[in-house]
């Protein structure tokens, strides 16, 4: 326990003192470490520490919040000054009870990661390095980055609630940039990421990973130019879950929905989907990178169907959302850091499988895109529109997957091309990322199985080279 019982009550009660509904403070401990490896050498080894909380007081659905780097009781006590004094309400007396702290669930870590030698995390990152290099001279820039996260928070309310969660998570990436002899360049990525200690890094075969980034780049570089306009696209589950959590993830977020910014809204109940398609946010989903015992306002995480069979089930949910539309709380109220106030956010985001097979998938399909990768892109969350760019595509021809292309986008409508999707393939693939919104950055986890959708826009280069 960071504060005691006595002082945490304080702060709420001060929080409360001109008004408000609802006070909560969080307090955070967070040791980050971080190797880098550029330009053939060690570029950085990183290892900080911070620590700090903030006060948030809502009142007739507006929240006021502060915060400071500091765990002592007077600037906790002026954080909690300024929020009640923004009310500018006549001061009463108020008394806040809390309980004992909320058990959350012990997930045990075989290495914590904060105890590891450097050296040893030096030696997987300068290897990975070199091995992506040396794949072949046309690579002529790597980056490779290993980091680990080691979160202390504790969270109490006016509610009289009190939870503690530790969590652990560590990622590794590798980043690879070919260039020919005609000045073209292409980049390969790979990452891999889990809410685990080092032990996951430890069986992580990092010397793949990073092979894999250098070929990626390298077979883009001999791609030919996309086509362009309509056909079928084949999303493979290696792809990465940009479609569910960009075109369909973010409308699911009660407070887009509350605010008249999602294709989503008042359809609850309703077909949005293909039968075929089940969308599921699992905050409590095993070592996935986006896992929490609870989240940053202190509730659970869960499973929660958002779209079942292509019905619209419910929406993820914070506190205020959660009441605002009385759809009760999702556990997916999260936040940066302690500088920032909780707003509702995606954890671990998947289509869940189907029933098809993924190569006869392929073989149904006579001619068009095969998307094995994704990369960024832009979704307008109030009519679901989104354009995405495939960091590596291939053509389908025949049923086979053949060639290499570059340069594709895909143009459409998330509802619509979900509600088009003919074949969901029984297979699951992960991606792991930092999801950004309304300014604040949170680690995700996103899937999908191999999907197909008849028909999307191909932005690419009408005709051959």
Do not use: W
Not at 77 to 96: I, P
Not at 224 to 240: H, I, L, N, W
Not at 395 to 416: H, M, Q, S, Y
């Amino acid at each position: 326990m960071i504060l005691s019982r006595d002082i945490l009550e304080e702060v709420l009660a001060r929080a409360l003192r001109h008004g408000g509904d609802f006070a909560e403070i969080f307090l955070e401990d967070r040791l980050v470490n971080t190797v880098t490896a550029e330009e053939e050498k060690i570029e950085s080894v990183t290892s900080g520490r911070t620590a700090g909380a903030g006060v948030r007081l809502v009142s007739d659905g507006k929240t006021y919040y502060a915060y400071c780097s500091s765990l002592e009781r007077e600037p906790l006590m002026e954080c909690a000054e300024t929020v009640s004094m923004a009310l500018k309400g006549s001061a009463r007396e108020v008394t806040v009870e809390i309980g004992p702290a909320r058990p959350t669930v012990e997930r045990p870590e075989l290495i914590p990661p904060a105890g590891v030698d450097f050296d040893r995390k030096v030696d997987r990152v300068r290897q990975a390095e070199q091995l992506c290099r040396a794949r072949d001279e046309k690579i002529v820039q790597v980056k490779a980055v290993y980091g680990d996260v080691t979160q202390h928070v504790e969270i109490a309310n006016s509610l009289g609630e009190y939870v503690e969660d530790d969590r652990i998570r560590t990622r590794f990436l590798v980043q690879a940039v070919a260039r020919d002899a005609k000045g073209n360049i292409q980049t390969g990525y790979d990452a891999e990421g889990s809410s685990s200690g080092y032990e996951f890094i430890r069986d992580l075969d990092t010397g793949k990973l990073a092979v894999q980034a250098a070929d990626r780049a390298l077979t883009m570089l001999r791609a030919r130019p996309a086509p362009a306009g309509k056909m079928p696209v084949v999303m493979a589950a290696e792809a990465g879950g940009t479609m569910v959590h960009e075109a369909c993830g973010h409308g699911l977020e009660a407070d887009l929905v509350e605010r008249g910014m999602s294709v989503y809204g008042g359809k609850t109940g309703l077909q949005v989907a293909s039968s075929l398609i089940t969308v599921i946010d699992d905050g409590n989903l095993d070592h996935r990178y986006g896992q929490q015992n609870v989240d940053d306002e202190g509730t659970p995480t869960r499973e929660n169907v958002l779209i079942d069979q292509g019905i619209l089930r419910g929406f993820m949910s914070d506190r205020i959302s959660g009441q605002r539309m009385d759809i009760g709380l999702s556990g997916n109220g999260r936040r940066e850091s302690y500088r920032h106030k909780p707003i509702v956010r995606m954890t671990n985001t998947y289509i869940a499988p189907g029933t098809d097979r993924p190569e006869e998938i392929i073989r149904s399909t006579k001619t068009g895109i095969y998307a094995a990768r994704m990369g960024g892109g832009q979704v307008n969350t109030a009519n679901g529109d989104f354009v995405f760019e495939v960091s590596e595509g291939y053509l389908i021809e025949d049923g086979e997957i053949t060639v290499p292309v570059r340069g594709a986008t895909l143009t459409g409508n998330g509802p619509d091309a979900l509600m088009a999707a003919d074949m969901v393939g029984s297979d699951l693939g992960y991606s792991i990322g930092t999801c950004g919104k309304d300014g604040q950055g949170v680690p995700v986890a996103d899937a999908q199985p191999t999907l197909r959708i008849p028909e999307l826009v191909i932005g690419g280069v009408i005709g051959d080279e």
